[in-house]
């Protein structure tokens, strides 16, 4: 079986150098991590991490195991794209005076994005979806000049009534 994409769903305690050891974790394990997101729950006392990676079944069995091991991993599920509600987010500042906005602008109200700031000779624009439809965007948005920009990586929910609080 070859390699896929897998979405991480982790809920550890909130405390200083989590991140620091689960990212260690998939270094020393030689894993790559394509995205990561982490922020407090509801709860202070809980953090949530969203993992991206790439590998097949195997890579994704040990890391559940590895990660189940660190102290402050409360738990790990694995989501698909099928599984959950997913997003991300880009900023991006593209160069645009003079006959280059009105068609900037068209693509961000295609796309059901959200312009930020308009300057002199600038458009920073914000987008949201799913990481095709971000992919889409910057497709279409590179025939301008991109001076900066950033992308958030994915953030997941699991569909329906489940919860990472749920026992399982």
Same mark, same amino acid.
């Given at each position: 079986?070859?390699?896929?994409?897998?979405?991480?769903?982790?809920?550890a305690?909130n405390?200083?150098?989590v991140l620091?050891?689960?990212?260690g974790?998939f270094?020393r394990?030689?894993?790559? @991590?394509d995205s990561?997101?982490a922020?407090?729950?509801?709860n202070?006392l809980?953090s949530?991490l *969203? =993992?991206v990676? #790439? $590998?097949?079944?195997a890579?994704?069995?040990?890391?559940?195991?590895?990660?189940r091991k660190?102290e402050?991993i409360?738990k790990v599920?694995v989501?698909t794209?099928d599984?959950c509600?997913?997003?991300?987010?880009?900023l991006?500042?593209v160069?645009?005076d003079?006959?280059?906005?009105?068609?900037?602008?068209? @693509?961000?109200?295609?796309y059901g994005?959200?312009?930020?700031?308009?300057?002199g000779?600038?458009i *920073? =624009?914000?987008v #949201? $979806?799913?990481?095709h439809?971000i992919?889409?965007?910057m497709?279409q948005?590179e025939q301008?000049d991109?001076?900066?920009?950033?992308?958030?990586?994915?953030?997941a929910l699991?569909r329906?009534d489940?919860?990472?609080?749920d026992?399982?």
């Amino acid at each position: 079986m070859g390699e896929s994409r897998a979405i991480f769903s982790v809920l550890a305690a909130n405390n200083p150098g989590v991140l620091f050891r689960m990212s260690g974790l998939f270094y020393r394990r030689g894993f790559n @991590i394509d995205s990561v997101v982490a922020c407090k729950t509801g709860n202070p006392l809980f953090s949530r991490l *969203t =993992i991206v990676a #790439t $590998g097949d079944e195997a890579t994704f069995t040990q890391l559940i195991r590895q990660l189940r091991k660190l102290e402050d991993i409360k738990k790990v599920k694995v989501l698909t794209v099928d599984e959950c509600s997913n997003s991300e987010m880009l900023l991006v500042k593209v160069g645009a005076d003079g006959n280059e906005r009105i068609p900037v602008l068209k @693509i961000v109200q295609a796309y059901g994005a959200r312009v930020l700031d308009i300057g002199g000779s600038t458009i *920073t =624009i914000e987008v #949201t $979806g799913q990481t095709h439809e971000i992919d889409e965007f910057m497709e279409q948005i590179e025939q301008f000049d991109i001076l900066e920009m950033a992308r958030t990586g994915i953030n997941a929910l699991e569909r329906g009534d489940s919860t990472i609080h749920d026992d399982d």
